[in-house]
């Protein structure tokens, strides 16, 4: 687990993503809500797209479909070589410990675990089973921490922390399996303006420096432009801005 292949630093490790004539429904109030619509997007290993819309377009649900959380009721989700809706819940579990990376809104610490515990977590119980080596496990978390700049918080608990420096540790527990593929669903949007933008630079200096992919979903036009490619859902449809 030591290896440079799982260090999670410095690896130029993107991954392709093909979604193709996806479309997704939800029960509501005896109708059905049409959702996404024959959604179509591609990104080469290493691109960054940023998803855009009002809420409750589905930008979300467009994640969750990416993530492995739901399967589309119409369509093919494909990264590297996993067709999402084609996996069992052996594959599924698999493919978001390994090859996902997942930052939400809210964080999700888990509140009487420290910062590096935290970090930890997903690598020691998920992607290992709780056989890994806990020493090389606890090494990159330490040097995801200091790659966010919280080289001093790691014996810190979530509720020692500020807002900026608890998305901060999200963000590095997301990147503890090394995944070639970084979702980010509003990972600013709890944050006042100074947090946003230390998140945000931090954000985007690991994507630059490790070469991942990267979807982002935010209502944030400032932070979509970083992405240098803006896509709006509208309607259930995906169009370029």
Request: hydrophobic share 40%.
């Amino acid at each position: 687990m030591a290896d440079s292949q799982h260090s999670g630093i410095g690896q130029h490790s993107g991954i392709g993503l093909e979604v193709r004539g996806v479309s997704k429904q939800f029960p509501n109030g005896g109708q059905v809500l049409e959702v996404l619509r024959d959604v179509s997007l591609e990104l080469g290993a290493g691109e960054r797209v940023a998803v855009t819309g009002e809420s409750g377009s589905g930008k979300s649900t467009l994640l969750s479909l990416i993530g492995g959380l739901d399967v589309p009721d119409a369509g093919t989700i494909r990264v590297g070589d996993a067709t999402i809706e084609r996996l069992d819940e052996t594959g599924l579990t698999a493919y978001r410990s390994r090859t996902v990376g997942l930052v939400f809104q809210f964080h999700y610490l888990l509140q009487d675990f420290t910062a590096l515990e935290n970090v930890m977590l997903p690598a020691l119980m998920i992607a290992t089973g709780g056989r890994g080596d806990r020493t090389a496990i606890r090494d990159r978390a330490a040097e995801l921490l200091d790659s966010v700049g919280l080289q001093d918080r790691r014996g810190h608990l979530p509720a020692q922390l500020s807002g900026g420096e608890r998305q901060r540790v999200a963000l590095a527990r997301a990147l503890i399996n090394a995944p070639p593929l970084l979702l980010a669903d509003e990972p600013t949007g709890n944050l006042d303006d100074r947090n946003s933008r230390v998140v945000e630079d931090t954000l985007f200096s690991l994507v630059a420096e490790s070469g991942r992919t990267l979807v982002l979903v935010t209502h944030n036009r400032e932070l979509a432009e970083r992405t240098g490619r803006i896509l709006e859902l509208e309607a259930g449809c995906l169009i370029p801005v």
